[in-house]
């Protein structure tokens, strides 16, 4: 959960970030991703999954390691988003059959998909983990929409 003045700064510093030309893209989107860990305090995990085929590969990310580096399209939180082609807010982790553990403390999750700006098309996603259940809300959804917007731009982009 986000207020908004703390969601509008997080998303400033955010571009701020992305558009540090000087960095390479992969650079620029870890750092988004400790961004946002050190920023918000109940993103215990963060990180990008991006959509190679019919399958998620780990991007860059920030918190505890994961042995989900692929993930099957329908199979988790995660591939539930690409599969139903919606962003998924679940508020107890524990209550969903298909669940892919990354980490035992995790009691709540939000997947908020990345689309191409012109196809919309999925490319990816943002992917978070939080140890309370039901930590994150509509107002964590509207924040990293925003973000995945202007990731899906700088790497359609060709920066």
């Not at 998909?113 to 509207?142: C, M, N, W, Y």
Request: one cysteine or more; glycine letters at 8%; charged letters at 25%.
């Amino acid at each position: 959960m986000v207020d908004e003045t703390l969601a509008t700064e997080i998303i400033l510093e955010a571009e701020q970030i992305l558009e540090s030309a000087e960095l390479p893209v992969q650079e620029r989107l870890q750092r988004l991703m400790q961004h946002l860990h050190a920023r918000l305090p109940h993103y215990h995990w963060v990180g990008i999954y991006w959509l190679k085929g019919n399958e998620l590969v780990l991007g860059p990310y920030v918190g505890p390691p994961t042995e989900h580096v692929r993930i099957p399209v329908g199979r988790g939180v995660c591939g539930t988003a690409v599969a139903e082609n919606m962003n998924q807010i679940v508020e107890d982790v524990r209550t969903i059959d298909n669940y892919l553990a990354c980490n035992l403390e995790t009691r709540s999750e939000i997947v908020v998909l990345i689309r191409h700006p012109q196809s919309g098309k999925i490319i990816g996603q943002i992917d978070v983990d939080g140890t309370e259940v039901g930590a994150f809300d509509e107002s964590d959804e509207a924040m990293l929409e925003v973000i995945c917007e202007r990731i899906a731009r700088l790497v359609t982009s060709g920066a």
